[in-house]
């Protein structure tokens, strides 16, 4: 019982960047068949998907007939099906309007269970043309696999280093970086702007794992670096704490104004729930876009009006700006026609974007489909936006530092924009770019497999 406790609070704590949520959704594999006129085209990108007249068998995982996509996901053990819910929304639709140049997307989802990525990893390589819009917690157990077999990835989430901006991996959205600090604009804006006073009285409280250990490690240097001094440092277990009356007085004896908490929101709101009881408000709480997600609102409770709750989108257009964003709009339209009980978390979104990168990208391939031609026009895409859903992406330039980022606060009516002052769209791409000098692991290349881009067929 004690290892699956550990397990449970491990997965919590690595999915802290990928903004967890939604349903359960039962079986391992899902088609889609066309359903009639539907228009391919999405936000500002035009003829995404649409009928056509292929006539060829032009790589593993392709035939005259569909696309053999695979999915990562840990829905077997975390009960989260965001990453498959994304996906038949996406297939649905873009099957319905003709497939991929005449070719439908048929997705087999690879259930990784946590611990089962390697084995699934190599399932994939022997069927799947691609794996897109999906993720694992332990994603670099399979890192290997996947470049051995030279199976392009269009993640919908990115979790471990090694894995980070690995080779044959194409990013629709600047969802995480190996050399840069990604939440350098969101932190100035908090520390400079939203809340000045609170840079001399940072304090950190980070889940007890190796891999979320130099998470916290790479956030401090960051931070440190951007004039914050840590007054309070401190590990949960990860199997969770059953009172965080500890915790929180701790915090509040060392006068802690500002909260970076890299965890379980679940654990978060329990937190608050202690600190807004004993009536000690901080000036902000990091809850990291984990926490961006209606389960979150629903368990924070009196807190939400108490505390400032806050998170980085990391540059993707909330879902509660449909009015305001056309592509956000068709995107709510899609999952109330085809998964009317998700929950559109920001993993979702980021998934949806990889979905329709893949789609823009193997359509331009016409019918003779391959991976090389593939991966050559993904990285053509050097201002990604998933037709709007995100802020401009550079697709595979590794050395290309994050440029925009937008705030959500939560409150007792909702996620909402907070006042971080856009200046470009719903974005502000004004973030200064903040190298680490610390030595971390390096995501995994060809070249650690024996292997280069030319044997990319």
């Known amino acids: 019982m004690k290892s699956q406790q550990i397990l449970v609070g491990l997965v919590a704590a690595l999915l802290l960047v990928t903004g967890c949520g939604g349903r359960s959704a039962p079986g391992t594999e899902e088609t889609t068949a066309a359903q009639g006129a539907t228009s391919g085209d999405f936000g500002d ?224 709101t329990k937190l608050e729930d202690v600190l807004t009881g004993m009536d000690y408000k901080l000036d902000w709480i990091d809850a990291n876009n984990s926490a961006y997600n209606k389960s979150f609102l629903e368990n924070a409770g009196r807190s939400l009006s108490y505390q400032n709750n806050y998170a980085d989108l990391g540059g993707t257009v909330p879902a509660e700006s449909p009015s305001s964003s056309p592509a956000t709009q068709q995107l709510l339209e899609l999952y109330k026609k085809y998964a009317p009980q998700a929950d559109i978390t920001m993993a979702a979104m980021r998934a949806f974007s990889a979905w329709l990168l893949f789609a823009k990208s193997a359509g331009s391939c016409g019918d003779q489909l391959t991976r090389a031609c593939l991966i050559a026009a993904a990285a053509k895409e050097t201002a990604w936006t998933g037709g709007g859903l995100n802020a401009p992406n550079v697709v595979a330039d590794r050395e290309t530092p994050p440029k925009c980022f937008n705030v959500v606060q939560a409150t007792a009516q909702g996620w909402k924009p907070a006042d971080f002052k856009p200046n470009q769209g719903h974005f502000r791409c004004d973030v200064p770019a903040y190298r680490y000098t610390g030595a ?3 995501p995994f290349t060809l070249a650690d497999v024996g292997k280069n881009m030319s044997d990319v067929k």
Request: aromatic share 10%; proline share 4%; net charge neutral.
């Open 45 to 268: 990108l035009t003829g995404v998907c649409g009928p056509g007249k292929p006539s060829s068998a032009s790589a593993q995982g392709v035939t005259a007939a569909e696309i053999k996509i695979g999915v990562f996901s840990d829905m077997g053990f975390t009960k989260n099906s965001e990453f498959v819910d994304a996906a038949k929304v996406f297939t649905s639709w873009c099957n319905a309007a003709g497939g991929i140049g005449g070719r439908k997307i048929v997705t087999t989802t690879r259930d990784a269970k946590l611990m089962e990525v390697r084995q699934r990893m190599l399932d994939a390589c022997r069927e799947d043309f691609a794996l897109v819009g999906g993720g694992a917690a332990l994603d670099a157990l399979g890192a290997k696999e996947r470049l051995s077999c030279l199976l392009p990835d269009f993640p919908g989430q990115i979790s471990q280093q090694q894995n980070v901006q690995s080779d044959l991996q194409y990013n629709a959205s600047a969802s995480a970086y190996v050399n840069y600090f990604q939440y350098t604009g969101y932190y100035q804006w908090l520390l400079k702007e939203a809340h000045p006073g609170s840079a001399a009285a940072v304090g950190m409280i980070n889940g007890d794992s190796p891999v979320t250990k130099v998470m916290g490690e790479k956030f401090a240097e960051a931070m440190r670096a951007g004039g914050a001094t840590f007054v309070y440092n401190d590990l949960y277990p990860a199997s969770g704490v059953a009172d965080w009356t500890p915790y929180a007085q701790a915090l509040k004896s060392k006068g802690v104004k500002g909260l970076m908490f890299l965890g379980d929101w679940r654990q978060l």
């Open 440 to 442: 971390y692991d390096r």
